[in-house]
């Protein structure tokens, strides 16, 4: 019971951060305008994603994104749930990384549902090196658990090679 407490409340607070970022950016930024945080280097703006990642799919027919981008990932969605919860042996590490993918995930469909598409504004650019698309804050869950799971499956790997 503790565990899938500790689940919940993971999940929740994921969707709960995206939710009121997205709300403060729809209530106080309009449409494509752009605030420089860090001169162009890091700026806050107000786009609508009517895709996937990058806007991808936002020109599909309307069938295939009620499919790709509803359906498919809410039935994804599910089924990590159930994996987590039935899965005991998840260290913690995977663990808090699949409540972060989860949250994300749920938060971005939340959107598409209730709006139609997803409110992104984060854009970072330093110069070249590294130059992301706008982005919102579920992304960054998403992202940040897929990079913890890439992590724990290293040293998982090591643990399990020096057995």
């Known amino acids: 019971m503790k565990r899938n407490l500790f689940i919940v ?14 709300f403060s950016v729809r209530a106080n ?4 305008e752009i605030i420089e945080i860090i001169g162009d280097r890091f700026i806050l703006t107000n786009v609508y994603n009517e895709g996937a990642f990058l806007g991808m799919g936002s ?4 069938t295939l994104k009620l499919i790709f981008l509803l359906i498919l990932p809410t039935l994804v969605l599910g089924y990590v749930i159930y994996y987590i919860v039935k899965t005991k042996e998840l260290d913690r590490l995977s663990l808090i990384a699949f409540c972060c993918i989860i949250g994300g995930g749920i938060a971005n469909v939340f959107d598409r549902i209730v709006y139609g598409k997803v409110t992104d504004f984060f854009f970072i650019d330093l110069g ?11 992304d960054i ?4 658990g897929m990079i913890m799971l890439l992590i724990g499956g290293i040293f998982n790997k090591d643990k399990i090679e020096k057995a």
């Open 141 to 144: 869950s998403v992202t940040t």
């Open 59 to 62: 020109d599909m027919h309307p």
């Open 128 to 138: 070249g090196i590294f130059r992301t698309g706008i982005f919102n804050v579920a």
């Open 9 to 22: 409340i993971l999940i929740i607070f994921n969707i709960t951060i995206d939710q009121i970022s997205k």
């Open 29 to 32: 930024i309009e449409l494509r």
